[in-house]
Protein backbone atom coordinates (compact mmCIF):
# COMPACT_ATOMS: atom_id res chain seq x y z
CA UNK A 1 0.00 0.00 0.00
CA UNK A 2 2.79 2.72 1.22
CA UNK A 3 5.92 1.54 -0.59
CA UNK A 4 6.15 0.24 -4.20
CA UNK A 5 6.10 -3.86 -5.00
CA UNK A 6 9.91 -5.21 -6.09
CA UNK A 7 10.05 -7.14 -9.16
CA UNK A 8 11.51 -9.97 -7.06
CA UNK A 9 12.55 -11.26 -3.40
CA UNK A 10 15.25 -13.48 -3.28
CA UNK A 11 16.67 -15.70 -0.22
CA UNK A 12 20.62 -16.04 -1.06
CA UNK A 13 22.80 -17.75 2.03
CA UNK A 14 26.63 -16.67 1.02
CA UNK A 15 28.35 -13.56 0.55
CA UNK A 16 29.08 -15.01 -2.61
CA UNK A 17 25.50 -15.38 -4.16
CA UNK A 18 25.26 -11.76 -2.43
CA UNK A 19 27.91 -10.96 -4.81
CA UNK A 20 26.59 -12.05 -7.77
CA UNK A 21 23.08 -10.55 -7.68
CA UNK A 22 25.19 -6.97 -7.38
CA UNK A 23 26.61 -8.22 -10.74
CA UNK A 24 23.74 -9.31 -12.33
CA UNK A 25 21.84 -5.32 -11.58
CA UNK A 26 25.11 -3.78 -13.15
CA UNK A 27 24.26 -5.72 -16.36
CA UNK A 28 20.51 -5.09 -16.00
CA UNK A 29 18.44 -1.92 -15.12
CA UNK A 30 17.77 -3.71 -11.84
CA UNK A 31 18.48 -2.57 -8.47
CA UNK A 32 19.30 -4.34 -5.00
CA UNK A 33 18.08 -3.43 -1.73
CA UNK A 34 18.91 -5.83 1.18
CA UNK A 35 17.02 -6.75 4.40
CA UNK A 36 17.27 -8.31 7.51
CA UNK A 37 14.82 -7.94 10.27
CA UNK A 38 12.64 -6.03 8.31
CA UNK A 39 11.58 -3.42 11.01
CA UNK A 40 11.67 -0.10 9.12
CA UNK A 41 10.33 1.04 5.70
CA UNK A 42 13.54 2.04 4.78
CA UNK A 43 13.93 -1.71 3.94
CA UNK A 44 11.82 -1.74 1.41
CA UNK A 45 11.50 -1.47 -2.01
CA UNK A 46 11.51 2.55 -3.58
CA UNK A 47 10.97 1.54 -7.37
CA UNK A 48 9.44 -1.41 -9.39
CA UNK A 49 12.58 -2.64 -10.30
CA UNK A 50 14.44 -3.33 -7.47
CA UNK A 51 15.46 -7.17 -6.19
CA UNK A 52 14.80 -7.05 -2.60
CA UNK A 53 17.48 -9.62 -0.89
CA UNK A 54 15.69 -11.15 2.25
CA UNK A 55 18.33 -12.52 4.02
CA UNK A 56 17.30 -14.35 6.71
CA UNK A 57 19.08 -17.33 5.75
CA UNK A 58 22.25 -15.61 6.99
CA UNK A 59 21.46 -16.09 10.74
CA UNK A 60 24.71 -17.64 11.68
CA UNK A 61 26.92 -16.44 14.69
CA UNK A 62 30.25 -17.06 13.46
CA UNK A 63 32.75 -16.78 16.01
CA UNK A 64 31.89 -15.26 19.67
CA UNK A 65 35.51 -14.19 21.18
CA UNK A 66 35.34 -14.32 24.65
CA UNK A 67 38.66 -13.46 25.86
CA UNK A 68 39.10 -10.00 23.28
CA UNK A 69 35.10 -9.25 23.49
CA UNK A 70 34.24 -9.58 20.06
CA UNK A 71 31.21 -10.98 17.96
CA UNK A 72 31.10 -11.26 13.98
CA UNK A 73 27.70 -12.25 12.91
CA UNK A 74 25.49 -12.29 9.93
CA UNK A 75 22.54 -10.29 9.05
CA UNK A 76 19.53 -12.10 10.41
CA UNK A 77 21.22 -12.47 14.30
CA UNK A 78 18.64 -11.35 16.43
CA UNK A 79 20.17 -9.27 18.84
CA UNK A 80 17.78 -11.46 21.85
CA UNK A 81 19.59 -14.60 20.07
CA UNK A 82 23.09 -13.09 20.50
CA UNK A 83 22.98 -11.80 23.86
CA UNK A 84 20.74 -15.62 24.82
CA UNK A 85 24.23 -17.00 23.84
CA UNK A 86 26.50 -14.18 25.06
CA UNK A 87 24.94 -14.48 28.96
CA UNK A 88 26.81 -18.01 28.77
CA UNK A 89 30.29 -16.52 28.67
CA UNK A 90 29.35 -13.68 30.87
CA UNK A 91 28.78 -10.85 28.09
CA UNK A 92 26.54 -8.55 26.63
CA UNK A 93 26.15 -6.53 23.23
CA UNK A 94 24.22 -3.16 22.76
CA UNK A 95 20.14 -3.69 21.71
CA UNK A 96 18.95 -0.68 20.24
CA UNK A 97 15.26 0.61 22.19
CA UNK A 98 13.31 -0.77 18.79
CA UNK A 99 13.31 -4.17 20.65
CA UNK A 100 15.22 -7.03 20.73
CA UNK A 101 14.04 -9.04 17.64
CA UNK A 102 15.75 -6.33 15.37
CA UNK A 103 19.14 -7.45 13.75
CA UNK A 104 22.30 -6.13 15.13
CA UNK A 105 24.36 -6.11 11.40
CA UNK A 106 21.94 -3.62 10.61
CA UNK A 107 22.08 -1.33 13.39
CA UNK A 108 25.54 -1.83 13.72
CA UNK A 109 26.54 -1.13 10.23
CA UNK A 110 23.63 0.35 8.28
CA UNK A 111 21.18 2.66 10.52
CA UNK A 112 20.91 4.03 13.70
CA UNK A 113 22.04 2.61 16.55
CA UNK A 114 20.37 3.70 20.30
CA UNK A 115 19.06 1.59 23.19
CA UNK A 116 18.86 1.33 26.85
CA UNK A 117 21.87 0.07 27.83
CA UNK A 118 23.78 3.29 26.31
CA UNK A 119 25.22 4.10 29.98
CA UNK A 120 27.20 0.65 29.82
CA UNK A 121 27.62 -0.14 26.26
CA UNK A 122 27.37 3.00 24.20
CA UNK A 123 25.61 2.64 21.05
CA UNK A 124 25.66 0.50 18.18
CA UNK A 125 27.63 2.48 15.29
CA UNK A 126 30.55 3.13 18.38
CA UNK A 127 30.46 -0.67 18.27
CA UNK A 128 31.56 -1.65 14.86
CA UNK A 129 34.65 -3.92 14.93
CA UNK A 130 34.77 -4.79 10.73
CA UNK A 131 32.50 -5.86 8.68
CA UNK A 132 32.36 -7.54 5.32
CA UNK A 133 31.22 -5.68 2.62
CA UNK A 134 29.43 -6.74 -1.08
CA UNK A 135 30.39 -3.46 -2.81
CA UNK A 136 27.22 -1.87 -4.87
CA UNK A 137 29.79 -3.51 -8.14
CA UNK A 138 29.85 -7.26 -6.74
CA UNK A 139 33.05 -6.77 -5.55
CA UNK A 140 33.39 -8.17 -1.87
CA UNK A 141 35.76 -5.83 0.60
CA UNK A 142 36.51 -6.57 4.46
CA UNK A 143 37.33 -3.39 6.39
CA UNK A 144 39.69 -3.04 9.29
CA UNK A 145 41.90 -5.89 10.61
CA UNK A 146 39.64 -8.57 10.07
CA UNK A 147 40.29 -7.76 5.85
CA UNK A 148 44.26 -7.98 6.64
CA UNK A 149 43.61 -11.44 8.55
CA UNK A 150 44.57 -9.97 11.69
CA UNK A 151 41.52 -10.50 13.58
CA UNK A 152 38.55 -8.32 13.82
CA UNK A 153 39.37 -5.90 16.63
CA UNK A 154 38.87 -2.53 14.42
CA UNK A 155 37.49 -1.12 11.63
CA UNK A 156 40.15 0.65 10.93
CA UNK A 157 43.13 0.75 8.22
CA UNK A 158 45.18 -0.19 7.68
CA UNK A 159 45.87 2.74 5.43
CA UNK A 160 43.02 5.43 5.42
CA UNK A 161 39.53 4.81 7.46
CA UNK A 162 36.70 4.05 5.34
CA UNK A 163 34.03 3.40 8.42
CA UNK A 164 32.71 7.12 7.67
CA UNK A 165 32.15 6.35 4.23
CA UNK A 166 30.54 3.10 4.96
CA UNK A 167 28.10 3.81 7.63
CA UNK A 168 28.91 7.94 8.46
CA UNK A 169 26.68 8.93 11.06
CA UNK A 170 23.45 7.70 10.55
CA UNK A 171 23.74 4.93 8.16
CA UNK A 172 23.35 3.99 4.23
CA UNK A 173 20.09 2.18 4.67
CA UNK A 174 20.97 -0.48 2.17
CA UNK A 175 21.82 2.30 -0.09
CA UNK A 176 25.92 1.16 -0.68
CA UNK A 177 26.20 -2.24 -1.12
CA UNK A 178 24.80 -5.40 1.55
CA UNK A 179 26.70 -5.95 4.58
CA UNK A 180 27.12 -9.71 5.06
CA UNK A 181 29.03 -9.81 8.12
CA UNK A 182 30.28 -7.83 10.80
CA UNK A 183 32.19 -7.60 13.99
CA UNK A 184 30.46 -6.29 17.17
CA UNK A 185 32.39 -4.87 20.55
CA UNK A 186 30.70 -6.83 23.44
CA UNK A 187 30.59 -5.97 27.37
CA UNK A 188 31.14 -7.44 30.23
CA UNK A 189 27.27 -8.94 31.63
CA UNK A 190 27.86 -9.02 35.96
CA UNK A 191 24.27 -11.00 36.06
CA UNK A 192 23.76 -14.66 35.73
CA UNK A 193 23.41 -16.51 33.07
CA UNK A 194 19.73 -18.02 33.37
CA UNK A 195 17.15 -17.02 35.59
CA UNK A 196 14.05 -18.64 36.13
CA UNK A 197 10.30 -17.77 34.40
CA UNK A 198 6.93 -17.83 34.80
CA UNK A 199 3.68 -16.81 33.34
CA UNK A 200 2.22 -16.29 29.95
CA UNK A 201 2.28 -13.97 26.84
CA UNK A 202 2.98 -10.99 26.76
CA UNK A 203 3.21 -11.21 30.44
CA UNK A 204 6.16 -13.23 32.33
CA UNK A 205 7.39 -13.15 35.55
CA UNK A 206 10.56 -13.53 36.92
CA UNK A 207 10.71 -16.09 39.85
CA UNK A 208 12.90 -13.83 41.47
CA UNK A 209 15.13 -10.75 40.68
CA UNK A 210 18.41 -12.01 40.04
CA UNK A 211 20.66 -11.30 42.83
CA UNK A 212 22.46 -8.08 43.02
CA UNK A 213 20.18 -6.55 40.77
CA UNK A 214 17.92 -3.33 41.04
CA UNK A 215 15.47 -2.22 38.69
CA UNK A 216 14.48 1.52 39.66
CA UNK A 217 12.14 4.18 39.14
CA UNK A 218 14.10 7.47 40.09
CA UNK A 219 11.00 10.61 39.93
CA UNK A 220 12.37 13.98 39.94
CA UNK A 221 10.92 17.11 40.84
CA UNK A 222 11.28 19.12 38.12
CA UNK A 223 13.15 18.99 34.55
CA UNK A 224 16.39 20.51 35.59
CA UNK A 225 16.88 17.82 38.46
CA UNK A 226 16.11 15.25 35.85
CA UNK A 227 18.48 16.72 33.46
CA UNK A 228 21.64 17.24 36.56
CA UNK A 229 20.73 13.08 37.57
CA UNK A 230 21.19 12.41 34.23
CA UNK A 231 24.67 13.85 34.09
CA UNK A 232 25.72 12.78 37.87
CA UNK A 233 24.33 8.81 37.09
CA UNK A 234 27.07 9.41 34.14
CA UNK A 235 29.33 10.04 35.56
CA UNK A 236 29.33 7.80 38.35
CA UNK A 237 29.33 4.93 35.87
CA UNK A 238 26.67 2.96 38.16
CA UNK A 239 23.95 2.11 35.87
CA UNK A 240 23.56 -1.24 33.53
CA UNK A 241 20.86 1.34 31.57
CA UNK A 242 18.30 3.84 31.66
CA UNK A 243 15.22 5.23 30.13
CA UNK A 244 13.76 8.29 30.89
CA UNK A 245 9.89 7.36 31.38
CA UNK A 246 7.47 10.10 30.54
CA UNK A 247 4.27 10.13 32.90
CA UNK A 248 1.82 8.74 30.25
CA UNK A 249 4.00 5.88 29.76
CA UNK A 250 4.54 5.25 33.29
CA UNK A 251 0.00 4.92 33.87
CA UNK A 252 0.78 2.52 30.50
CA UNK A 253 2.80 0.40 32.21
CA UNK A 254 1.09 0.06 35.73
CA UNK A 255 -1.82 -0.75 34.02
CA UNK A 256 -3.68 -3.78 32.25
CA UNK A 257 -6.11 -2.54 30.22
CA UNK A 258 -7.48 1.09 28.47
CA UNK A 259 -10.04 1.57 31.37
CA UNK A 260 -7.38 1.27 33.92
CA UNK A 261 -5.68 3.38 32.19
CA UNK A 262 -8.24 5.91 32.25
CA UNK A 263 -8.67 5.64 36.43
CA UNK A 264 -4.85 6.42 36.97
CA UNK A 265 -4.85 9.40 34.77
CA UNK A 266 -8.35 10.46 36.44
CA UNK A 267 -6.85 10.57 39.44
CA UNK A 268 -4.20 13.03 38.58
CA UNK A 269 -1.06 10.50 40.87
CA UNK A 270 0.86 10.17 37.68
CA UNK A 271 0.90 13.81 36.64
CA UNK A 272 2.18 15.00 39.99
CA UNK A 273 4.17 12.42 40.73
CA UNK A 274 5.81 10.88 37.41
CA UNK A 275 6.04 13.95 35.19
CA UNK A 276 10.36 13.35 35.53
CA UNK A 277 11.04 9.85 35.68
CA UNK A 278 13.69 7.71 34.89
CA UNK A 279 14.03 4.26 35.32
CA UNK A 280 17.41 2.67 35.99
CA UNK A 281 19.30 -1.14 36.41
CA UNK A 282 21.74 -1.08 38.32
CA UNK A 283 23.97 -4.47 38.11
CA UNK A 284 27.31 -5.63 40.14
CA UNK A 285 29.29 -8.26 40.36
CA UNK A 286 29.96 -8.79 43.89
CA UNK A 287 28.32 -7.56 46.86
CA UNK A 288 30.37 -5.06 47.88
CA UNK A 289 29.94 -3.33 44.37
CA UNK A 290 26.49 -3.76 44.34
CA UNK A 291 26.31 -2.02 47.99
CA UNK A 292 28.67 0.67 46.68
CA UNK A 293 26.29 1.31 43.55
CA UNK A 294 23.43 1.93 45.38
CA UNK A 295 25.05 4.35 47.95
CA UNK A 296 26.11 6.33 45.29
CA UNK A 297 22.58 5.96 43.44
CA UNK A 298 20.89 7.33 47.02
CA UNK A 299 23.78 10.37 47.30
CA UNK A 300 22.52 11.45 43.69
CA UNK A 301 18.97 11.34 44.46
CA UNK A 302 19.74 13.06 47.48
CA UNK A 303 21.46 15.84 45.74
CA UNK A 304 18.84 16.14 43.05
CA UNK A 305 15.71 15.56 45.61
CA UNK A 306 15.01 12.59 43.79
CA UNK A 307 12.57 9.91 44.68
CA UNK A 308 13.52 5.70 44.35
CA UNK A 309 9.67 5.35 43.88
CA UNK A 310 8.58 1.95 45.68
CA UNK A 311 6.88 -0.67 43.98
CA UNK A 312 5.50 -2.11 46.66
CA UNK A 313 2.18 -1.10 46.66
CA UNK A 314 -0.92 -1.93 45.04
CA UNK A 315 -1.84 0.17 41.78
CA UNK A 316 -5.38 -0.78 41.48
CA UNK A 317 -8.30 0.86 40.24
CA UNK A 318 -10.24 1.52 43.77
CA UNK A 319 -6.50 2.37 45.29
CA UNK A 320 -5.90 5.06 42.39
CA UNK A 321 -9.49 6.36 42.98
CA UNK A 322 -9.11 6.75 46.50
CA UNK A 323 -5.50 7.64 46.89
CA UNK A 324 -6.56 10.75 43.95
CA UNK A 325 -9.11 12.01 46.10
CA UNK A 326 -7.01 11.89 49.03
CA UNK A 327 -3.99 13.80 47.40
CA UNK A 328 -6.61 16.31 45.48
CA UNK A 329 -4.97 19.25 46.86
CA UNK A 330 -1.41 17.98 47.20
CA UNK A 331 0.83 19.29 45.00
CA UNK A 332 3.90 16.89 45.27
CA UNK A 333 2.61 13.43 46.64
CA UNK A 334 6.55 12.70 47.26
CA UNK A 335 7.49 15.80 48.56
CA UNK A 336 7.97 14.19 52.19
CA UNK A 337 10.19 11.51 51.08
CA UNK A 338 12.19 14.23 49.07
CA UNK A 339 12.56 15.88 52.75
CA UNK A 340 13.45 12.99 54.45
CA UNK A 341 15.66 10.38 52.00
CA UNK A 342 15.36 7.96 55.19
CA UNK A 343 12.00 7.56 54.42
CA UNK A 344 12.31 6.01 51.16
CA UNK A 345 14.66 3.31 52.74
CA UNK A 346 11.58 2.35 55.14
CA UNK A 347 8.88 2.31 52.64
CA UNK A 348 10.98 -0.26 50.20
CA UNK A 349 11.56 -2.95 53.58
CA UNK A 350 7.86 -2.33 54.32
CA UNK A 351 7.26 -6.64 54.28
CA UNK A 352 4.11 -5.83 52.14
CA UNK A 353 3.43 -6.11 48.27
CA UNK A 354 6.05 -8.77 47.72
CA UNK A 355 4.08 -10.18 44.33
CA UNK A 356 3.37 -6.65 43.12
CA UNK A 357 6.89 -5.48 43.27
CA UNK A 358 8.09 -9.16 41.80
CA UNK A 359 5.81 -8.05 38.69
CA UNK A 360 7.09 -4.47 38.21
CA UNK A 361 10.48 -6.02 38.80
CA UNK A 362 9.81 -8.28 35.83
CA UNK A 363 8.56 -5.37 33.36
CA UNK A 364 11.69 -3.37 34.06
CA UNK A 365 13.74 -6.19 33.73
CA UNK A 366 12.19 -7.30 30.17
CA UNK A 367 12.70 -3.64 29.46
CA UNK A 368 16.35 -2.79 30.53
CA UNK A 369 18.06 -5.65 30.46
CA UNK A 370 16.25 -7.96 27.43
CA UNK A 371 14.89 -5.44 25.38
CA UNK A 372 11.46 -7.50 25.21
CA UNK A 373 9.07 -4.64 24.72
CA UNK A 374 5.47 -5.69 24.92
CA UNK A 375 4.08 -4.29 21.82
CA UNK A 376 0.70 -5.17 22.41
CA UNK A 377 0.27 -2.82 25.54
CA UNK A 378 2.63 -0.23 23.81
CA UNK A 379 0.23 0.03 20.61
CA UNK A 380 -3.22 -0.16 23.58
CA UNK A 381 -4.24 3.20 24.25
CA UNK A 382 -4.33 4.15 19.79
CA UNK A 383 -3.09 1.80 18.15
CA UNK A 384 -0.43 3.82 16.31
CA UNK A 385 2.53 5.54 17.13
CA UNK A 386 5.16 7.81 14.96
CA UNK A 387 8.02 10.08 16.44
CA UNK A 388 9.54 13.25 15.98
CA UNK A 389 12.84 14.80 16.11
CA UNK A 390 15.22 12.62 17.27
CA UNK A 391 18.42 13.76 17.46
CA UNK A 392 21.63 11.98 18.92
CA UNK A 393 23.15 14.72 20.65
CA UNK A 394 23.55 15.65 24.65
CA UNK A 395 21.59 14.75 27.25
CA UNK A 396 20.36 18.30 27.47
CA UNK A 397 19.39 18.87 23.63
CA UNK A 398 17.23 15.76 23.88
CA UNK A 399 15.15 17.36 26.84
CA UNK A 400 14.85 20.64 24.44
CA UNK A 401 13.38 18.28 21.80
CA UNK A 402 11.07 16.61 24.27
CA UNK A 403 9.71 20.21 25.48
CA UNK A 404 9.32 21.38 21.17
CA UNK A 405 7.05 18.08 20.12
CA UNK A 406 4.90 18.34 23.19
CA UNK A 407 3.63 22.38 22.67
CA UNK A 408 3.57 21.55 19.13
CA UNK A 409 1.44 18.49 18.81
CA UNK A 410 -1.03 20.24 21.91
CA UNK A 411 -3.20 21.54 18.89
CA UNK A 412 -4.16 18.67 17.70
CA UNK A 413 -4.50 17.17 21.15
CA UNK A 414 -6.55 20.02 21.98
CA UNK A 415 -8.55 19.05 18.49
CA UNK A 416 -9.01 15.54 19.29
CA UNK A 417 -6.52 14.59 16.51
CA UNK A 418 -4.35 13.19 18.46
CA UNK A 419 -4.84 11.19 21.75
CA UNK A 420 -4.41 13.46 25.02
CA UNK A 421 -1.47 11.95 26.26
CA UNK A 422 -0.18 14.53 28.38
CA UNK A 423 1.70 16.15 25.70
CA UNK A 424 4.81 14.92 26.69
CA UNK A 425 5.82 11.51 25.49
CA UNK A 426 10.08 12.46 25.38
CA UNK A 427 11.63 8.70 25.78
CA UNK A 428 15.49 8.33 25.68
CA UNK A 429 18.13 7.83 27.93
CA UNK A 430 21.97 8.90 28.34
CA UNK A 431 25.21 7.61 27.01
CA UNK A 432 28.58 6.94 28.07
CA UNK A 433 29.22 8.24 31.14
CA UNK A 434 26.46 11.13 30.19
CA UNK A 435 28.46 12.82 27.37
CA UNK A 436 25.92 11.48 25.17
CA UNK A 437 22.12 11.83 25.58
CA UNK A 438 19.22 10.95 23.31
CA UNK A 439 15.29 11.68 23.72
CA UNK A 440 12.56 11.71 20.33
CA UNK A 441 8.78 12.96 20.66
CA UNK A 442 6.48 10.30 20.79
CA UNK A 443 2.77 10.64 19.53
CA UNK A 444 0.08 8.38 19.62
CA UNK A 445 -2.92 8.23 16.79
CA UNK A 446 -5.40 6.58 15.08
CA UNK A 447 -4.11 5.39 11.98
CA UNK A 448 -7.71 4.76 10.75
CA UNK A 449 -8.31 8.48 11.19
CA UNK A 450 -7.49 10.52 8.18
CA UNK A 451 -7.35 13.50 10.24
CA UNK A 452 -4.41 12.26 12.09
CA UNK A 453 -2.54 11.25 9.16
CA UNK A 454 -2.40 14.41 7.89
CA UNK A 455 -1.25 15.76 11.24
CA UNK A 456 1.41 13.32 11.60
CA UNK A 457 2.65 14.36 8.17
CA UNK A 458 2.46 18.40 9.36
CA UNK A 459 4.45 17.55 12.75
CA UNK A 460 7.40 15.76 10.78
CA UNK A 461 7.48 18.93 8.55
CA UNK A 462 7.41 21.07 11.36
CA UNK A 463 9.97 19.23 13.34
CA UNK A 464 12.45 19.10 10.25
CA UNK A 465 11.96 23.33 10.46
CA UNK A 466 12.42 23.68 14.23
CA UNK A 467 15.87 21.02 14.13
CA UNK A 468 16.99 23.91 11.73
CA UNK A 469 15.43 27.25 12.69
CA UNK A 470 16.10 25.94 16.60
CA UNK A 471 19.21 23.83 16.53
CA UNK A 472 17.47 21.03 17.54
CA UNK A 473 20.10 18.62 15.69
CA UNK A 474 19.28 16.34 12.36
CA UNK A 475 16.52 14.03 13.37
CA UNK A 476 15.62 10.89 13.16
CA UNK A 477 14.00 11.10 10.28
CA UNK A 478 16.81 13.25 8.58
CA UNK A 479 17.63 10.43 5.87
CA UNK A 480 17.19 10.31 2.17
CA UNK A 481 17.44 12.58 -0.90
CA UNK A 482 14.61 15.17 0.13
CA UNK A 483 16.16 15.52 3.98
CA UNK A 484 19.28 16.09 2.89
CA UNK A 485 18.77 19.04 0.37
CA UNK A 486 15.94 20.19 3.05
CA UNK A 487 19.52 20.25 5.56
CA UNK A 488 22.19 20.65 3.35
CA UNK A 489 22.31 24.37 3.58
CA UNK A 490 22.57 24.27 7.50
CA UNK A 491 25.15 21.65 7.82
CA UNK A 492 28.37 22.09 5.60
CA UNK A 493 26.44 20.32 2.55
CA UNK A 494 27.17 17.07 3.57
CA UNK A 495 25.11 15.72 0.75
CA UNK A 496 27.39 16.66 -2.24
CA UNK A 497 29.59 14.46 -0.54
CA UNK A 498 27.51 11.53 -0.38
CA UNK A 499 26.34 11.55 -3.94
CA UNK A 500 30.03 11.73 -4.92
CA UNK A 501 30.69 8.77 -2.78
CA UNK A 502 27.55 6.82 -4.80
CA UNK A 503 28.60 7.99 -7.72
CA UNK A 504 32.14 6.37 -7.10
CA UNK A 505 31.08 3.02 -5.60
CA UNK A 506 28.35 2.73 -7.75
CA UNK A 507 27.82 4.40 -11.03
CA UNK A 508 25.32 1.45 -12.29
CA UNK A 509 22.88 2.65 -9.50
CA UNK A 510 22.80 -1.27 -8.65
CA UNK A 511 21.63 -0.57 -5.01
CA UNK A 512 18.22 1.22 -4.22
CA UNK A 513 19.31 4.99 -3.59
CA UNK A 514 16.43 6.36 -1.89
CA UNK A 515 16.86 6.26 1.36
CA UNK A 516 20.98 6.84 0.86
CA UNK A 517 21.32 9.93 -1.77
CA UNK A 518 20.65 9.62 -5.54
CA UNK A 519 23.98 10.30 -7.63
CA UNK A 520 24.74 13.53 -9.19
CA UNK A 521 23.66 12.27 -12.22
CA UNK A 522 20.57 11.52 -11.22
CA UNK A 523 19.71 14.58 -9.52
Known sequence: RWTPRPVAVVLPETTEQVSEILRLCNRTDLMAKPLSTGFHAVCAASRDRVVVLDLKRMNKIVDIDVENQIALIEPYVRAIDLQSELFKHGLTVHVISAGSNHSTLASTTAAWGYGVTGPS???????????????????????????????????????????????????????????????????????????????????????????????????????????????????????????????????????????????????????????????????????????????????????????????????????????????????????????????????????????????????????????????????????????????????????AQSDWIAAAKQKYIDEGVLLDDGGDLGCGGTFESGHMGYLEGIYLYDPNDPRALSASGELIDAGSDAAIEKSLGIPIAGFGSEMNQRFAPHCSDYPRWMRRIKQALDPNTASDPFFYAESETDD
Not at 211 to 222: E, H, I, K, Q, Y
Request: positive net charge.
Open 121 to 399: SGYSGRNLLGVEWVLPSGEILTLGSGGAGSGWFTADGPGPSLRGIMRGFQGSFGGLGVFTKCAVKLYKWEGPEKWGVGGASPVYLLDQLPPRMAMNVLAFPDKQAMKDAGYKLGEAEIEFANFRTPMFFNALGMTENNEELKVALESGIFQKAMNYTVLSAVVARSDGEFAWKMRVLKEILRETRGVRVAMNLEVTPKALRIAGKLLRHVKDPLAPLRRFPILQDLVHALPLGRKQKLEQDSRLFWLLVRNAVNTQATFRPSQGMSTVLGSFDTWDLGV
